[in-house]
T-cell receptor
Framework: QKEVEQDPGPLSVPEGAIVSLNCTYSNSAFQYFMWYRQYSRKGPELLMY????GNKEDGRFTAQVDKSSKYISLFIRDSQPSDSATYLC???????????FGKGTTLSVSS | DGGITQSPKYLFRKEGQNVTLSCEQNLNHDAMYWYRQDPGQGLRLIYY???????QKGDIAEGYSVSREKKESFPLTVTSAQKNPTAFYLCASSMRGDEQYFGPGTRLTVT
């Protein structure tokens, strides 16, 4: 079983839809969870950063962490064509310094 | 403007040649990282450095070398020993080893 699993998609939605992106993980020691957005041929951009469990909201983006289920989510409200990108989840434990990445989900928002 | 710069954006080399990719940051971050991204593979850690003059191997260090002589700089050399060097290379940095910020990437093509 891979440490971090992420459905690669592609996921296609109409403009204005609510998007749900998810990752599951196997290592219960992971404490720090991140979501990155990557446009084609660009470096990943940090979107959300959460520590341990709970929710975090930033504008149209909400990150959720459920440590009991080893499941994290990123919700995008009122999706826009500019949200079309690959979304990568990443996580690490307290002691380690290396991030473990999911393979990314490709999202396409059509106008 | 604070950030991470990588140069060049595109790099072409013949098989058998060593090539060095540049990464510079002016964020005053202590830790720096090198990742490789291949289609459908996600990001894989090559090397990382938490402090000047010290670095550790990541998951796929074979065929690569690094140096960390200055806090701001973390160049990566892709040697002729690397069997499949064609990839998108990403440099990142972080202050405390938690959230990482990425540069724009260098696309290396070896023929």
């Amino acid at each position: 079983q891979k440490e971090v699993e992420q459905d690669p998609g592609p996921l296609s939605v109409p403009e204005g839809a609510i998007v749900s992106l998810n990752c599951t993980y196997s290592n219960s020691a992971f404490q720090y969870f991140m979501w990155y957005r990557q446009y084609s041929r660009k470096g990943p951009e940090l979107l959300m950063y959460t520590y341990s469990s709970g929710n975090k909201e930033d504008g149209r983006f909400t990150a959720q962490v459920d440590k009991s289920s080893k499941y994290i989510s990123l919700f995008i409200r009122d999706s826009q064509p500019s949200d079309s990108a690959t979304y990568l989840c990443a996580m690490k434990n307290q002691a380690g310094t290396a991030l473990i990445f999911g393979k990314g989900t490709t999202l396409s928002v059509s106008s | 403007d604070g950030g991470i710069t990588q140069s060049p954006k595109y790099l072409f080399r013949k098989e058998g040649q060593n090539v060095t990719l540049s990464c510079e940051q002016n964020l005053n971050h202590d830790a720096m990282y090198w990742y490789r991204q291949d289609p459908g593979q996600g990001l894989r850690l090559i090397y990382y450095s938490q402090i000047v003059n010290d670095f550790q191997k990541g998951d796929i260090a074979e065929g690569y070398s690094v140096s960390r002589e200055k806090k701001e700089s973390f160049p990566l050399t892709v040697t002729s020993a690397q069997k499949n060097p064609t990839a998108f290379y990403l440099c990142a940095s972080s202050m405390r080893g938690d959230e990482q910020y990425f540069g724009p990437g260098t696309r290396l093509t070896v023929t």
